[in-house]
């Protein structure tokens, strides 16, 4: 059964007007083009790198932007603005600027003076293989377990803060 005849008793999927993924590996890609399937307005990739440090099969590059994601290259976000019901309406991200490679042979990166603030009403991050510490640290954070992993009903996937949900690695831990 598809996502969308789910009967009414089924998990509702849903997203926002604008959707803004974080990160430009191959979790990034799908979910940026299962969301821009579902119909918002739009859907913008966020990236602290440019393409060509891109972690995604170029294949997965190129079906995203054929599908009419926008990427914003050399952006990494460093702000997420609410309104006055705690709910998501923009994300302001740093301009960056590759330096040098390091050790590794990977350029690093650094933010410039610059800034952009792209709307948004749902956020998706798409980042690493662990979980970000940063989760169960926020004023209304979320529940998390040894490791950092999100707590969710395990039926639903809703976390402790209603409305939200969690899935994939963040519910699981990373697994490399």
Known sequence: ????????????????????????????????????????ESVSIVYRRTIKESTARKEELEHTAEEGVAFHWLTNPTLCIGDEQGWITHVECAVMELTEPGPDGRRGVRETAETVTLPCDTLVVALGFSVNPLIGQTERSLKTLKGGVVMVDEHTGETTLPGVFAGGDVITGGRR
């Open 1 to 40: 059964m598809r996502a969308d005849q789910f009967p009414e008793s089924g998990t509702p999927v849903s997203v926002g007007r604008q959707v803004v993924v974080v990160g430009c590996g191959n979790t990034a890609m799908d979910a940026a083009r299962a969301a821009r399937r579902m119909g918002p």
